[in-house]
């Protein structure tokens, strides 16, 4: 199963998200949208599938707080794999920092990463799915 969490300010991370679950529709993934505070138990082969923006000077966005302070109080994540995709503006120096966070907290507590994070970056003159889709789409073994 594939948890997708979604950590956004403005609705683009939402946006991507939505673009992500019709990627894993069309391969036929089962995947849930997590949208309360909860942490599903871990279970072999589970993958958490984290779509967030940065927020303020670096922070993660309020509605994914909850979950972050979880993560970080958890004593081991072995056995879970994740995914981390992080929207982000690099004229800032705390460019994609909440993504970089939850997959530097992840791999701290045991977590197998599915691939470094995918960064999409809106000084680019593509629309992030744009720049996140065609990666994510390469990763679609790896999540199955």
Known sequence: MIYIYVG???????YVADELIDVL???DLAHQLVENDELPDVNNGDIWLFCTSTHGAGEVPNNL????NMLLSKDSLEGLKHLVIGLGDSSYDTFCHAAKAIHTTLINKGSASVSEPILADAMS???????????FNALISDLS
Not at 8 to 14: K, L, R, Y
Not at 65 to 68: D, F
Request: glycine share 4%; hydrophobic share 25%.
């Open 125 to 135: 003159d593509e629309l992030p799915e744009d720049l996140i889709i065609p990666q």
């Open 25 to 27: 529709n069309e391969h």
């Open 8 to 14: 956004t300010e403005t609705g683009t991370a939402e």
């Open 65 to 68: 707080k909850p979950i972050y």
